[in-house]
């Protein structure tokens, strides 16, 4: 658990925007740029009210779900608390602001990706260590 609260982070994707980096159910990755605020969202989502509230059905306290709407590619989310890896709030009040924080998630999205690229090289490695310590024990019978 991140020990984020759900009230915390709901209050300030209610209020405002934040870049997001959380573990979706099928284990995958999503860096995105959310928010809750029709304000906001109007910006950039046609009947963003609509859109939310589709997904805001399925979404409550209970389950630990917050459902929100992806400013980069205008469609509705939703992920569970427990899963959130990173939020940080993103102010946009112009298109400017909005411009800025669409390059800063995608530079989020290449910090993580580079992460997870050395994470990768870095198993893989110890994998091939473990192969070649194995081989290296086993006496071959010819």
Known sequence: MNGLRY???FTLLDSGAAILVFLKANGDV????GTRSLAIASKVIQNPG???QSHDKRC????????????EISEPRSFKIDRLVYITKVD?????????????????REEYEK????LDTY???????????LFASESTPW
């Open 7 to 9: 009230e915390d982070v």
């Open 30 to 33: 999503r860096v995105m740029l």
């Open 50 to 52: 609509y859109l939310l």
């Open 60 to 71: 409550n306290r209970s389950n630990r779900n917050i459902a929100l709407l992806d400013l």
């Open 92 to 108: 946009i009040n112009t298109p400017k602001d909005l411009s800025n924080a669409l390059e800063k998630i995608n530079k989020v």
């Open 115 to 118: 992460h997870m690229n050395e």
């Open 123 to 133: 198993e893989e490695k110890e994998r091939q260590e473990e192969v070649n310590d």
